[in-house]
């Protein structure tokens, strides 16, 4: 009985990825519909269900494991800030206006998931796929990729460090990834929505 109780409780504690996704959905929607939406708002909801540090690491591939955790960490961080300036700028600058989700099917292999789904704004229909992870069985479901008309953010990144690690190495990369996030972060948010 007890042991039922606490599997449940740890059932609505870490939502299965579709849940997971819809949740993610309704809560930015929510700050992107508020009178005052704001970078830093919609970043605090994002980072409640995406990982940045497993996208980062996953964009980096092979490159990762030879990477200090000092340097890890660094990257991690550059990438976070980079992805928040960019991706809620973004969104706040272009709100969600008319944009309906419809929610397909949720696909579950081991510690691996994705969700499918489709954007329609108005006559356009836009599928996104939502890749998600748990490092354990027990653990919270996270998102590390979003994979646009079959463009992933993960790979597209990953190709773009590859040329760029070879050209430049580590520190390079890390310096330009830097002065594009300070680029982003200096420019004025206007609010579309």
Do not use: C, H
């Amino acid at each position: 009985m007890v042991l039922g109780i606490l599997a449940a409780v740890a059932l609505a504690a870490n939502p299965a990825p579709l849940a997971l996704v819809k949740s993610a959905d309704a809560e930015v929607n929510a700050v992107l519909k508020a009178p005052e939406p704001t970078v830093e708002k919609l970043a605090a909801k994002a980072e409640s269900f995406v990982d940045f540090a497993e996208l980062a690491k996953r964009a980096m591939g092979k490159n990762w494991e030879p990477l200090s955790p000092k340097q890890r960490q660094d990257f991690s961080d550059t990438m976070k800030a980079l992805l928040r300036a960019n991706y809620a700028q973004k969104a706040i600058k272009e709100g969600r206006g008319e944009a309906k989700i419809e929610y397909g099917e949720e696909k579950v292999t081991g510690d691996e998931a994705t969700v499918a789904t489709t954007l329609v704004v108005k006559e356009d229909r836009f599928t996104v796929l939502y890749k998600l992870f748990r490092p354990t069985a027990k653990a919270a479901w996270r998102v590390y990729d979003v994979v646009t008309d079959d463009v992933s953010l993960v790979s597209t990144y990953a190709d773009q460090f590859r040329t760029q690690m070879a050209k430049k190495g580590f520190d390079g990369l890390l310096a330009s990834l830097k002065a594009k996030k300070d680029q982003l972060e200096k420019a004025p948010v206007a609010n579309g929505g």
